[in-house]
């Protein structure tokens, strides 16, 4: 690899973005577009009576409104994930717009398109819909009780699926011969990915095939779901996305909304337009984590971790979106027990449907609530058994490798004794206790946190990648995974460009089309270096060859006498052709796909410190350090960039976000930023990452681990140590609000 192999590139879309000059959906324009909007239920849980569209029908500028007896008779947006489950998956279908039923605030009941926007929302009010109340459930335990209202008559209990793994008699056993117990209830509450651009949509049809440009993050999956619903063959419809304002997992996949838009494009013959609002994403797109366990962890005389057991509930929603039911379940299980040597790990998970949004990926998808558990068991312990928590995590952190965990995932790399020790250095650990005392003269109360994470990252397993030369020395750069924000106009063609000996200002970067990417798994897990980076290696290393035959031909040599520079080939005698000759001459690309379903484990060491004000529950977030490991790095701007991101995500989950629903009714109290709270660069220190690249992996050709969910993997348990600590190891649940941490602080035994 040359010298671009990790060169700190700035971002070449950033440019773009900061002058106003992203193409987003809301900038394209679909000359004739209609405009959508959407009649949403404002009842958590009632049977449909009727839809009266009447007077919306005959409104100026309406051309269509739909209700769901007016669709076809289609199929449902399935799960996606496969799952191995000791009780199957329920069978749950949900319509496109209700049928019947609703079941959670905010479900589409009826599509209404009209000449603007505003004669659209006009016309959805107009509608009137008839409903009679059903009780509502939105906690997920009491939805699991004998008597709670049931959703579907095919999940009975509320349960949607058990799964379960571990060896139950081994791990009575290891509970039974502990010399120390620490058990805790962890609830992770359920938050919003919070994409500043909300879902949006232009539908068209053209007589014989459908395309839909949309902000989705994975293009060919998405058009899968869809055509498997509609009943279409795949080639019926392409599927775009162009620049997506955030994502982070809620657009990984097909919505309803989707299938309406569609229908409505081809009875109307023309583009048919859709922005959601925000309070509707709050509402109806999907949440994340929403993961309530019980767990228990069992350390011998020394000190070591003997088991680990897990009893949790995951929230599902009313329905079942596509990555939901896999998050908390086989994703979770990957990274249970994180950087810990746990010889014995029992893990049950029930699904619950509640009266809410479906959940769905968010940054992490499960091993943030895995990690979460055994940072917080680790420093329960410590506490109760009079140890330091530094030392606790020393003495169970896996040292050699390859490792097999308890859960089946075998951990090939890494440093983790050699992460720990420095974080404590660099934050200056040894330090603290006089700016404790200093904080406590000031009225104040100064917490210290130390914590691991271990990310289990990949995705779909496989990639797709293709390279094309031009006569003009351009080469069009085509990859199957997705930016929706995150650089990879710069970081994969600096990686080409770095494989082939070129300028990466001669790429044109390709993504997020159907119809110019020929395969593709989208964003998701971590993956688009490990999967996407070794698709272009295949692909640039099949170029070369090519293009190596192709040079001899046209210099009536032999390959082998060939030296490649720079991209020219030459001969010892100085003859020579390059790459757009030859692409002039006879035409030069390649492709190349990969089945990789091998892991990688990003991991590292945080170190956060907070000071309390006990009058008023204020926590201020001094200082963060991460002392990282992605392999080798290909660019470290983008990089540690990646990290900060997802670092403002966890702090925000810790200390601010929560989706919350009225217990009664399940009326969604959290509808937008005015009561759903995202941190402010304000709430935020310096986030200072370090990486290191001592252990790169080989479960691909560069060496690279993936870097895009560790910070949200990472930092709620870090903010949240500093805060236990804080407070004397008071227990505190997420989010670590004002008022939470005042009535913590209030407390006769908090110090």
Not at 125 to 130: K, N, R, S, T
Not at 680 to 688: V, Y
């Given at each position: 690899?040359?010298?671009?192999?990790?060169?700190?590139?700035?971002?070449?879309?950033?440019?773009?973005?900061?002058?106003?000059?992203?193409?987003?959906?809301?900038?394209?324009?679909?000359?004739?577009?209609?405009?959508?909007?959407f009649l949403r239920s404002p009842h958590a849980h009632a049977r449909l009576l009727s839809v009266d569209a009447a007077a919306a029908r005959v409104m100026p500028g309406v051309r269509l409104v739909l209700t769901g007896d007016e669709l076809p008779d289609w199929g449902t947006l399935h799960v996606a994930s496969p799952l191995d489950l000791e009780t199957p998956l329920r069978e749950i279908a949900r319509p496109a717009l209700a049928q019947g039923r609703v079941r959670f605030v905010g479900e589409a009941v009826a599509l209404v398109v009209a000449d603007t926007a505003a004669a659209a929302r006009d016309a959805a009010?107009?509608?009137?819909?008839?409903y009679d109340m059903l009780p509502a459930i939105a906690d997920p335990e009491a939805a699991l009780a004998d008597g709670a209202p049931l959703l579907h008559d095919a999940a009975p209990g509320n349960l949607a699926f058990l799964w379960r793994r571990g060896d139950a008699d081994a791990i009575a056993a290891a509970f039974?011969?502990?010399?120390?117990?620490?058990?805790?209830?962890?609830?992770?509450?359920?938050?919003?990915?919070?994409?500043?651009?909300?879902?949006?949509?232009?539908?068209?049809?053209?007589?014989?095939?459908?395309?839909?440009?949309?902000?989705?993050?994975?293009?060919?999956?998405?058009?899968?779901?869809?055509?498997?619903?509609?009943?279409?063959?795949?080639?019926?419809?392409?599927?775009?996305?162009?620049?997506?304002?955030?994502?982070?997992?809620?657009?990984?996949?097909?919505?309803?909304?989707?299938?309406?838009?569609?229908?409505?494009?081809?009875?109307l013959g023309a583009p048919v337009r859709w922005t959601a609002t925000l309070s509707e994403d709050f509402a109806a797109s999907a949440h994340g984590r929403g993961f309530h366990a019980t767990a228990r962890l069992a350390l011998d005389g020394e000190g070591r971790c003997l088991a680990l057991e897990v009893d949790a509930v995951a929230e599902m929603g009313a329905y079942l979106s596509s990555h939901g039911p896999w998050c908390p379940t086989q994703a979770a299980g990957t990274a249970m027990g994180g950087c810990y040597a746990i010889p014995r790990i029992g893990v049950t998970v029930r699904g619950a449907m509640t009266n809410t949004a479906p959940m769905e990926a968010y940054r992490g998808a499960g091993k943030p609530e895995a990690n979460y558990i055994i940072e917080t068991l680790l420093d329960a312990a410590a506490r109760?058994?009079?140890?330091?928590?530094?030392?606790?995590?020393?003495?169970?952190?896996?040292?050699?490798?390859?490792?097999?965990?308890?859960?089946?995932?075998?951990?090939?790399?890494?440093?983790?004794?050699?992460?720990?020790?420095?974080?404590?250095?660099?934050?200056?650990?040894?330090?603290?206790?006089?700016r404790r005392?200093?904080?406590?003269?000031?009225?104040?109360?100064?917490?210290?946190?130390?914590?691991?994470?271990?990310?289990?990252?990949?995705?779909?397993?496989?990639?797709?990648?293709?390279?094309?030369?031009?006569?003009?020395?351009?080469?069009?750069?085509?990859?199957?995974?997705?930016?929706?924000?995150?650089g990879h106009e710069t970081s994969f063609p600096q990686l080409a460009a770095d494989l082939l000996g070129l300028d990466p200002a001669r790429f044109r970067y390709i993504q997020a089309d159907t119809d110019a990417v020929a395969e593709g798994k989208g964003h998701g897990g971590a993956r688009s270096l490990h999967q996407g980076g070794e698709a272009i290696r295949l692909a640039a290393g099949r170029l070369?060859?090519?293009?190596?035959?192709?040079?001899?031909?046209?210099?009536?040599?032999?390959?082998?006498?060939?030296?490649y520079e720079g991209g020219r080939f030459e001969l010892p005698d100085g003859r020579s052709v390059t790459l757009d000759q030859i692409a002039a001459e006879e035409g030069l690309e390649a492709a190349a796909a990969h089945d990789n379903a091998l892991v990688t484990f990003p991991n590292g060491a945080h170190a956060a410190e907070v000071e309390i004000d006990p009058e008023t529950g204020e926590v201020r977030l001094l200082s963060y350090l991460a002392v990282d490991d992605y392999g080798a790095v290909l660019n470290p701007i983008l990089a540690i960039g990646s990290v900060q991101g997802g670092l403002a995500q966890g702090i925000g989950q810790a200390l601010t976000e929560r989706i919350a629903y009225?217990?009664?009714?399940?009326?969604?109290?959290?509808?937008?930023?005015?009561?759903?709270?995202?941190?402010?660069?304000?709430?935020?220190?310096?986030?200072?990452?370090?990486l290191r690249q001592d252990a790169p992996t080989a479960a691909n050709g560069l060496g690279v681990k993936g870097t895009g969910q560790a910070g949200a993997i990472a930092a709620p348990q870090a903010v949240m140590a500093a805060i236990r600590d804080a407070l004397g190891g008071r227990d505190i649940a997420m989010p670590a609000t004002p008022e939470a941490v005042w009535r913590a602080c209030a407390r006769p035994d908090s110090r």
């Open positions: 690899m040359s010298a671009l192999f990790g060169a700190p590139l700035r971002r070449v879309e950033d440019r773009r973005f900061l002058t106003g000059r992203g193409r987003y959906v809301d900038d394209i324009a679909a000359p004739g577009a209609l405009h959508a909007a009010e107009a509608i009137e819909a008839g039974a011969g502990a010399a120390h117990v620490t058990a805790r209830r962890i609830p992770n509450p359920r938050v919003s990915a919070s994409p500043l651009e909300p879902r949006a949509a232009i539908a068209a049809w053209d007589g014989t095939r459908f395309t839909l440009t949309c902000n989705g993050q994975g293009v060919h999956g998405m058009r899968a779901a869809i055509c498997a619903a509609m009943n279409l063959p795949e080639a019926a419809l392409r599927v775009v996305a162009p620049d997506v304002g955030g994502g982070f997992g809620v657009k990984n996949v097909a919505f309803p909304e989707h299938l309406c838009l569609l229908h409505a494009a081809r009875l109760e058994t009079g140890r330091d928590p530094q030392a606790l995590r020393a003495l169970n952190l896996i040292a050699a490798h390859p490792y097999r965990t308890a859960m089946g995932m075998e951990i090939r790399d890494g440093a983790f004794p050699a992460r720990l020790a420095e974080a404590a250095r660099l934050a200056d650990r040894a330090g603290f206790a006089a005392a200093a904080s406590e003269g000031r009225g104040r109360r100064r917490g210290f946190g130390l914590t691991c994470f271990l990310e289990t990252a990949r995705g779909a397993p496989g990639e797709w990648a293709s390279l094309r030369v031009h006569g003009d020395g351009m080469l069009d750069l085509a990859v199957g995974t997705q930016s929706n924000g995150q070369l060859e090519r293009a190596r035959t192709a040079a001899a031909r046209l210099l009536q040599s032999v390959p082998e006498a060939l030296c009225d217990a009664d009714g399940a009326q969604l109290l959290s509808a937008g930023f005015m009561d759903y709270a995202l941190p402010r660069a304000e709430d935020l220190p310096d986030l200072r990452v370090e």
